[in-house]
């Protein structure tokens, strides 16, 4: 890879903890990167608000992904790219998963809607997002405007088998990916966190080759393949670790933290010192 200008971390399973902490020790590595003139952002699955307290705590001051890419913020959270599935093709997504006996929920921009608040995983939503859901009577009802669409279950296999009915049942209506083993997340036919890292490398340019990115989840991996380096967290499966360019510890024991300190600073370090001497000697020639 290029000089490393930029890291990009995925939030859930790899910036915080299992119980959805961010450690003292990740801040300092953040906080080490930044001072050693390396940006930092994230690409999550989570909504803009559910970026909100992130935002605050690390003071990011790039922009930042939301939705495994249908969203690109601002750090005060004005959208700046959105992209929504279209009405019928939420509206059937809702039907398929209620099928299934797959409870489905809908995220806009600035809102969370379900249609059963003691559903499955909705007090760790609440808690990972810092926002109660609105509770509706019919999402089908509610189909514009949807960034992104989750079927959530308990039942892992049950949720596993849906994923190829569904995207049976979309066809290229929409993107499908798994962004926990109890979610299935349908956003905007062409949306990626790959395809948004590019574009905030766009935004920011930055080659794409010059970028670091952290992830332990299937949907991380286009953010793997669009940049320079790649490391999957100890937790990720062996196929995300496939992937990548190195694998760090899990996400509760401060693999992220690990990976800036061991992998990304060092070579950081060598780089710039590379340059230097590759300076030095021309200068004596």
């Known amino acids: 890879m290029g000089k490393i200008s930029l890291v990009v971390s995925d939030v859930d399973g790899t910036l915080v903890t299992t119980d959805k902490v961010l ?14 003139g390396i940006g930092f952002s994230v690409i999550s699955s989570r909504p803009p608000f559910g970026l909100a307290k992130l935002i605050e705590s ?13 969203a690109l913020v601002a750090p005060d959270l004005t959208v700046l790219e959105h992209r929504a599935l279209p009405a019928q093709t ?9 099928a299934l006996s797959i409870d489905p929920w809908l995220f806009t921009v600035d809102q969370w809607l379900v249609e059963n608040a003691a559903g499955p995983y909705v ?39 849906a994923e190829p009915q569904m995207r ?9 990916v798994r962004s926990q083993a109890y979610y299935l997340d349908i956003t905007p036919a062409g949306t990626s966190k790959g395809t948004l890292l590019a574009e905030l490398a766009r935004r920011l ?20 393949r669009n940049s320079g380096f790649s490391i999957a967290m100890g937790n990720a499966s ?33 780089q710039s010192a590379g340059g230097r ?7 004596c020639k």
């Open 58 to 70: 690390l003071g990011l001051r790039l922009p930042l992904g939301a939705f495994n890419g249908a």
């Open 168 to 176: 049976e049942a979309l066809g290229g209506r929409a993107s499908l």
């Open 90 to 98: 939420a509206r059937d997504a809702v039907a398929h998963f209620r």
């Open 123 to 161: 007090p760790l939503e609440t808690r990972t997002i810092g926002t109660q859901p609105v509770v509706v009577d019919d999402l089908q009802a509610h189909g514009d405007a949807v960034a992104k669409l989750v079927g959530v279950s308990k039942d892992f296999g049950r949720l596993a088998a």
């Open 277 to 283: 001497a590759e300076t030095a000697g021309k200068t």
């Open 23 to 36: 450690t003292e020790r990740s801040r300092g590595a953040i906080a080490r990167l930044g001072a050693a």
């Open 205 to 224: 340019s930055i080659p794409t080759a010059d970028i670091v990115t952290l992830g332990d989840m299937e949907n991380d991996v286009p953010m793997f």
């Open 238 to 270: 062996a196929e995300v670790k496939r992937h990548a360019s190195a694998v760090t510890l899990s996400n509760d024991q401060d693999g992220f933290a690990a990976a800036i300190e061991e992998i990304v600073l060092p070579r950081a370090e060598a």
